[in-house]
């Protein structure tokens, strides 16, 4: 079992920088593959990025590459995502999730979710 929250959301101007952060509780952190997903109203959760439990392998959605960053904390059992150049688009609910898959980018891949934060861009 493993519980997951985040952290870190908030209401910025385009262009401004969010760091995320998303703790986990419960054993072998390590062993899971984590993802961040987002949801905008009205939408389909969408993936984000993954990373790998060692964190040597990482992947991006190709609407966040070279502006988002996932990294993780084994020893602090925590994920971050840090978020640069916002936009208006990436404004919704982000969600951590983990899996035992090797970096699924596929939503009903992940066992375990957390309760969502809140981005919101304005322009």
């Known amino acids: 079992q493993m519980h997951l929250v985040e952290s870190g959301g908030g209401s910025v101007q385009a262009g401004a920088s969010l760091r995320l952060s998303c703790a986990a509780s419960?054993?072998?952190?390590?062993?899971?593959?984590m993802g961040w997903f987002r949801q905008a109203p009205g939408m389909e959760r969408e993936f984000v990025a993954s990373?790998?439990?060692?964190?040597?392998?990482?992947q991006y959605a190709d609407s966040v590459k070279g502006r988002f960053a996932i990294s993780r904390d084994n020893a602090k059992g925590t994920v971050y995502l840090e978020m640069n150049s916002l936009k208006t688009d990436d404004t919704g609910v982000y969600f951590c999730?983990?899996?035992?898959?090797?970096?699924?980018?596929?939503?009903?891949?992940?066992?375990?979710w957390g309760q969502g934060t809140q981005v919101t861009v304005s322009s």
């Open positions: 990373v790998s439990g060692s964190g040597a392998i990482v």
């Open positions: 999730a983990a899996t035992l898959e090797i970096l699924s980018r596929i939503r009903q891949h992940y066992n375990y």
């Open positions: 419960g054993r072998a952190f390590s062993s899971y593959s």
